[in-house]
Nanobody, 122 residues
Framework: QVQLVESGGGVVQAGGSLRLSCAASGRTLSNYGMGWFRQAPGKEREFVAVISKSGSITYYADSVKGRFTISRDDAKNTVYLQMNSLKPEDTAVYYC???????????????WGQGTQVTVSS
C-alpha cells in the first residue's frame, strides 16, 4: 500500500505561483510513475501531468503545458507540481496518484491522495 498526502494548495492571484507537494509513505515511490489530476467544481476529474518512474519522461495536458512542471525527489519520497502563471480556470482540487504503469488515464493509477484545494482569483 502507498499512502499519498498532498500539500501546498491555497489562494493565489492570477499570474501567481504555487508549488504542490505529494508525500508518500508505505512504499518507495521509485517503483511508481506519478501523476497529478485536478477536479474543478461541476466538472470531471482531468489529467494534468505525469512523470515516469525514472523521472526521464514527463507529459502535460495542453492546458498547463509551459506553465506547470512536474518533478520528483525519490530520496524524499515526494513528487512536486510547480505551477506558474496561474489562471482562474486552474481553480480545482488537485490530486496526486501513483501507479506502476502511470500515464494519462485514471485507470493506470492504483493509489490516490485526498487532494488539495487551489483557488486562483482574478
Amino acid at each position: 500500500q502507498v499512502q499519498l498526502v498532498e500539500s501546498g494548495g491555497g489562494v493565489v492571484q492570477a499570474g501567481g505561483s504555487l508549488r504542490l507537494s505529494c508525500a508518500a509513505s508505505g512504499r518507495t515511490l521509485s517503483n511508481y510513475g506519478m501523476g497529478w489530476f485536478r477536479q474543478a467544481p461541476g466538472k470531471e476529474r482531468e489529467f494534468v501531468a505525469v512523470i515516469s518512474k525514472s523521472g526521464s519522461i514527463t507529459y502535460y495536458a495542453d492546458s498547463v503545458k509551459g506553465r506547470f512542471t512536474i518533478s520528483r525527489d525519490d530520496a524524499k519520497n515526494t513528487v512536486y507540481l510547480q505551477m506558474n502563471s496561474l489562471k482562474p480556470e486552474d481553480t480545482a482540487v488537485y490530486y496526486c496518484a501513483a501507479g506502476p504503469r502511470a500515464w494519462r488515464t485514471e485507470a493506470t493509477y492504483d493509489y490516490w491522495g485526498q487532494g488539495t484545494q487551489v483557488t486562483v482569483s482574478s
